[in-house]
């Protein structure tokens, strides 16, 4: 009964140890920020026209600004691809290459980034990554921290908040339930995922 009862109380405060670990990993100033091998960047929608949305969008010009900097030697876009009309790793890819001057050679594509569990996963075990900086905005870090932390790629974040985003008070307390379901995902339910063969990155 004890242990049931502590397992409860932990779960019921896994979101604040989640956001004070992810905190305490998140960078904010680019000066600061050691080399790492990849830059890892979450999908995070896409236009009727098929562009980044602003928060996508601010996330592939804060890991343009790491590439360019130094700090990163490749990049890996992550994003959803399952519907006809939607591709937001290829408009990732596209804005990297043509907007942001970052080499072909040193991006790789994951088109099954469905969500922030399917990167994390998927990075470890399709792209081999063992540990990365992670791109998002500040309030997805501590999460996608957490997340690829406990499957194998050793994170640290920076942020790519940039601007106030439309809806952005509705994220933030979405991702405190986000926070609940990655720990269900990641310690008692593994959800699925698209695997496949390893791929060079």
Not at 101 to 117: H, L, W
Not at 129 to 143: E, K, T
């Amino acid at each position: 009964m004890v242990v049931f009862v502590c397992l409860i109380v932990l779960f019921l405060i896994s979101p604040l140890l989640i956001l004070r670990h992810g905190k305490n990993n998140i960078y904010t100033e680019l000066s600061n920020i050691p080399h790492y091998e990849v830059a890892i960047v979450f999908g995070a929608g896409i236009k009727d026209d098929g562009t980044p949305s602003d928060a996508l969008k601010d996330r592939l010009i804060t890991a343009a600004d790491l590439y360019n900097a130094g700090v990163v030697d490749k990049i890996l876009v992550s994003g959803d691809n399952r519907f006809e009309n939607y591709n937001e790793p290829d408009a990732m890819y596209e804005y990297l290459v043509n907007t942001e001057d970052v080499s072909e050679d040193d991006i790789a594509v994951d088109y099954a980034g469905r969500r922030t569990f399917d990167t994390c996963v998927r990075a470890s075990e399709i792209w081999g990554i063992d540990d990365a900086i992670l791109i998002s905005q500040g309030y997805h870090l501590p999460r996608a921290i957490f997340t690829c932390d406990a499957l194998g790629v050793e994170s640290v974040g920076y942020s790519a908040t940039r601007q106030d985003y439309v809806f952005s008070d509705y994220y933030k307390f979405r991702e405190v339930l986000a926070i609940y379901k990655a720990v269900i995902d990641v310690y008692i339910w593994e959800p699925d995922y698209v695997g496949g063969e390893p791929e060079m990155l």
